[in-house]
């Protein structure tokens, strides 16, 4: 199934630790991958295939997997963190993608 | 640096043509796939489908296939994304992406292109 599930929402104070998750069939099979869209931009990629974190990517990001659920953590929230994420997979392939639906962050 | 832009904001009539292109630079155009995103205001990512300049390789979403045409000219390390007739539910804006080759994630966004479909 190319469906990912992510809850609209997530809200943290400033400090604190936010996890987004994002479930699917296919995640124990394709890797997952995770966005962040400010308002007025492009995504910008911050976790790619599951757990790795892209050069320039602050160390507070990470992923973690389990099961058919991928979870972005971000630690010591900051108020400049608070945007849309999305999470990302694809077929065996690569040239077929589906996207969550996105998780809005509220710090 | 390895980037991509696009062209500029677009408003059109419903019925009208329009093409949109994403030039990139910095990396070896003809050696990564090039995928395009549709989002609608407010609303999340939709995948439309990638173009594989080297060798024309092409792969729409079901959702889009028949609805618009992706392209590229390697030569001038530009993609297109293309429709014929425009109706009103086309207004968003799409982004082009480059696919990383070392895995199946979109690591390098252009700034997107707003298209307004309005009479």
């Known amino acids: 199934s190319y469906e990912l599930t992510q809850p609209p929402s997530v809200s943290v104070s400033p400090g604190q630790t936010a996890r987004i998750t994002c479930s699917g069939d296919?995640?124990?099979?394709?890797?997952a991958y995770w966005y962040q869209q400010k308002p007025g931009q492009a995504p910008v990629m911050v976790i790619y295939?599951?757990?790795e974190r892209p050069s320039g990517i602050p160390e507070r990001f990470s992923g973690s997997i389990s099961g058919t659920t991928v979870t972005l953590t971000i630690s010591e929230v900051q108020a400049e963190d608070e945007a849309d994420y999305f999470c990302?997979?694809?077929?065996?392939?690569?040239?077929?993608?589906?996207f969550g639906g996105g998780s809005k962050l509220t710090v | 640096e390895e980037q991509l832009v696009q062209s500029g904001a677009e408003v059109k009539k419903p019925g009208e043509s329009l093409k949109i292109s994403c030039k990139g630079s910095?990396?070896?155009?003809?050696?990564?796939?090039i995928g395009w995103v549709r989002q609608m205001p407010g609303k999340g990512l939709e995948w439309m489908g990638i173009?594989?300049?080297?060798?024309?390789?092409?792969r729409y979403s079901p959702s889009f296939q028949g609805q618009v045409t992706i392209s590229a000219d390697k030569s001038i390390s530009t993609a297109y994304l293309q429709w014929s007739r425009l109706k009103a539910s086309d207004s968003a804006m799409y982004y082009c992406?480059?696919?990383?080759?070392?895995?199946?994630?979109?690591?390098?966004w252009g700034q997107g292109t707003t298209v307004t479909v309005s009479s």
């Open positions: 992406a480059r696919r990383s080759n070392s895995h199946h994630g979109m690591d390098v």
């Open positions: 910095g990396y070896s155009f003809s050696n990564y796939w």
């Open positions: 173009f594989h300049p080297g060798d024309s390789d092409i």
């Open positions: 296919a995640l124990p099979k394709q890797y």
């Open positions: 295939k599951d757990i």
């Open positions: 990302q997979s694809a077929d065996t392939s690569g040239t077929f993608v589906f």
